[in-house]
């Protein structure tokens, strides 16, 4: 910035490098008056130019804090150039004994929606706690839960790999399904998983063993430990039971769901999920189908209170699409009223929505399956107590809309810096270290 950019309003800095001098002028006014003529004045004097002295003291203090916010904001919105080389702002980490490993992070959901955002997240933080859903009875996952005895192995896979850092190759060996014999539409990483957990004393640590082998960035975390099964009640009265049988239930019925629930409804939580939600920076809701891998994960014992109870900023990233047999017609606030039903209001404080449109022949086509764009009902939204940020991240992948998972990660970790860590005085090399991390990644899309 030039000189002359300094004097303009709008900037915030002037006002607390007034306050900050000002400041100052009480305190050696006050600091003087004591020295000199102390022995003249009487106690009552005297207290006053104390308390002159620590007011200064307070202003001065809280001028040059909100002036510091002032400057880091410039910086991150461009005014300011201030280059710092991520390399180098990690040498001068290590030598002050600090790790920066990005804010903490809890993602909550199941499906390919999470794994598609964890792939993103990891670029930013090393912090990441996925919490995922064990309803799943559908696919390989079932088949291997009814042979076996063990949790639905699927999501946590996707999850795992998201997280990993592992060669392509042995990305594909694990995503690998088998398309003959009795292991036809079996994935090789359920039965790597599955095996890990005859290795083992209990699921959980076959996940982590599991992680460990693929060097996974953060951790995955099953949300319990305990068989659960889903179940609906749709608003002709018809019980549902079954993950894989709720959007076929629903479709058959011509009746949407009114109600989920899990048996058994006491089914723990495991401890790694609730602390890992207790100690976040932020916590972020899918995307993912509502009723089948984001509430169910809510109903496990405890963890909806946890997220009450959290200080962490709550996002909710809203699907793109309806999904049949789930959500058809949905808005983005009945999405948020579906959660609220369920397990109460206070657990949603910003919803992330896509503003980007499709072309008329994705349109067409999703139509054809009743499917349609989430409508972004703003007014609705905001009666409910829910903030918006709105972006775009669209992604065509193999003739479907996905999640862009570069474009989710970053707007949600400029959310994350803009709601949480701008306030936050000891968060403030993560904040500077995310912002080169962004600058960095749209300098990388950009030459693409």
């Given amino acids: 910035m030039k000189i002359i950019d300094w004097v303009r309003p709008g900037i915030k800095v002037k006002r ?23 022995r003249f004045y009487s106690k009552e004097y005297t207290a ?15 001028a040059v804090a ?38 903490k992070i809890v993602a909550i959901g199941g499906g390919t929606g999470l794994s598609t955002m ?4 990891k670029y930013y933080t090393s912090n990441i706690t996925a919490i995922v859903t064990v309803a799943d009875d559908g696919g390989g996952s079932g088949d291997l839960r009814e042979d076996l005895g063990i949790l639905p192995p699927g999501d946590i896979r996707n999850c795992i790999l998201a997280l990993s850092d592992t060669e392509p190759i042995m990305q594909e060996l694990l995503q690998y ?9 079996q994935s ?28 996974v960035t953060g951790r995955v975390v099953p949300v319990t430990l305990e068989d659960v099964t889903l179940k609906a009640k749709l608003y002709n009265g018809v019980m549902v039971e079954g993950e894989s049988n709720i959007p076929e239930a629903v479709t058959q019925y011509q009746s949407q ?46 963890i909806a209170n946890a997220l009450k109870k959290t200080k962490a900023l709550k996002l909710y990233v809203s699907n793109i699409m309806t999904q049949p047999g789930e959500t058809d017609g949905f808005s983005v606030s009945d999405h948020i009223k579906a959660i609220h039903k369920h397990v109460g209001e206070g657990i949603i404080d910003y919803t992330v929505v896509n503003t980007e449109k499709i072309d008329d022949e994705f349109q067409d086509k999703y139509s054809e399956k009743t499917s349609e764009l989430v409508n972004i009902d703003e007014k609705e939204i905001e009666k409910l107590g829910v903030g918006i940020t709105k ?9 479907f809309v996905r999640h862009d998972s570069e474009k989710l990660a970053a707007i949600l970790i400029e959310t994350i810096m803009d709601k949480k860590l701008f306030y936050d005085r000891k968060k403030i090399i993560e904040y500077f270290y995310l912002s080169e991390r962004l600058k960095e990644n749209k300098m990388k899309s950009s030459r693409e």
């Fill in 16 to 38: 607390w490098i007034m306050f900050g001098v000002l400041g100052i002028m009480m305190m050696t006014f006050g600091l003087s008056e004591m020295m000199r003529n102390s």
């Fill in 48 to 62: 006053f130019y104390v308390f002159l002295v620590f007011s200064g003291a307070f202003i001065l203090y809280f």
């Fill in 66 to 103: 909100q002036g510091m916010k002032s400057i880091i904001s410039l910086i991150n919105k461009g005014y300011l150039n201030v280059s710092l080389d991520s390399r180098k702002l990690g040498n001068l980490i290590y030598e002050k004994r600090l790790l920066v490993k990005g804010p």
């Fill in 118 to 121: 964890l792939r993103g997240l």
């Fill in 177 to 185: 399904r088998f398309t003959e014999g009795r292991l036809k539409n």
């Fill in 188 to 215: 090789f990483g359920n039965l790597f998983l599955a095996a890990m957990d005859g290795m083992s004393t209990n699921f959980e640590e076959a996940v982590r063993k599991m992680s460990s082998v693929l060097a």
């Fill in 257 to 302: 769901i009114e109600s989920i629930f899990i048996v058994p409804s006491e089914a723990k939580a495991m401890d790694d999920a609730i602390t890992a939600i207790l100690e976040a920076d932020a916590i972020i809701l899918g995307p993912g189908s509502l009723y089948t891998s984001v509430i169910p994960n809510l109903l496990v014992k405890d």
């Fill in 391 to 399: 972006g775009d991240f669209i992604q065509i992948k193999d003739g």
